[in-house]
């Protein structure tokens, strides 16, 4: 089972060879699933266009909105929420994740012998894996530690550093959106670890979700002040004590990386997709 998962496309019409050249090698690794970890496109035109890319890829196709997508546009963020980019994503051929769990079988199946007083016969172990995603919004939890700054003051002082102040016009503040998207991702989690036909759960957001994925730089007023709207620590420790999860990958900061965090039920391999200037990137997993 090969799974290709990519974030911060952001695609633009001026870069079009770029991300050509990004899709056809994309379609060169012959992946089982794509997943697709927000920021996608921007406005909602540009959203769809991206998604254009990957439409000859014959195998599951999953999205995660990121904070970008959300930017107003063509319609307010609200819309664009709860409508406009689920229904464009669907549109495309890709499934909207924040709302569902994607279940696959993994190719590498295993012979079973299985023995009886009356017979001998070969059967098939087959194994699954579920995709459990979430944007996860910011809740603060990922604040620099030497910064005594309470959430208030961290409300107020985000148009400094982020333009996600500037542009997302939806009625609810981070914390809320951040609450509501943890429950919900929550359930889905649980429902995963618990179907007996799963035996993996990858676990894919746009934010980083662990504290080793998201760097602090002490010396910078700036990074300093945006390291409380890089990620949900919350989201991690929820994740840290669910059964069956072996892999999260992230996106949002734009730095690739790759970690062994602790979960109560074994290590937890923890990867950023990471998007530079000089090309896109994705992180694949043979699982």
């Known amino acids: 089972m090969r799974i290709l998962i990519t974030a911060d496309l952001h695609y633009r019409p001026s870069q079009r060879e770029k991300f050509l050249a990004f899709a056809g090698w994309v379609a060169a690794q012959q992946p089982d699933c794509l997943v697709v970890a927000g920021d996608v496109g921007h406005p909602l035109r540009l959203f769809r266009r991206a998604l254009q890319l990957f439409a000859g ?88 530690p030497h910064l005594e700054l309470d959430d208030a003051a961290l409300r107020s002082m985000k148009h400094l550093v982020n333009h996600d102040a500037d542009y997302i016009d939806w009625p609810w503040s981070d914390m809320a959106m951040a609450r ?43 990074w300093s002040l945006m390291r409380a709207y890089a990620g949900n620590f919350t989201l991690g420790e929820l994740v840290r004590r669910m059964p069956k999860v072996t892999h999260v990958v992230s996106g949002h900061i734009h730095h690739a990386g790759h970690w062994t965090v602790p979960g109560n039920f074994g290590p937890i391999d923890v990867r950023l997709v990471g998007s530079q200037k000089a090309g896109l990137r994705a992180v694949v997993l043979d699982l």
């Open 57 to 144: 890829l014959d195998c599951p196709k999953l999205l995660l909105a990121g904070n970008h997508d959300l930017y107003r546009g063509e319609a307010d963020s609200r819309t664009l929420w709860e409508h406009a980019l689920p229904e464009a994503t669907r549109a495309e051929g890709f499934v909207w994740l924040e709302d569902e769990v994607v279940v696959l079988p993994v190719d590498s199946e295993q012979k079973l012998d299985q023995k009886s007083d009356f017979s001998e016969e070969v059967g098939l172990l087959q194994r699954h894996i579920a995709i459990v995603g979430t944007m996860g919004w910011y809740d603060y939890s990922s604040r620099a």
């Open 180 to 222: 509501y998207l943890a429950r919900r991702f929550a359930g889905r989690l649980r429902r995963a670890a618990a179907d007996p036909a799963v035996d993996q759960v990858l676990v894919a957001t746009h934010v980083p979700i662990f504290e080793e994925a998201v760097p602090d730089h002490p010396e910078s007023e700036f």
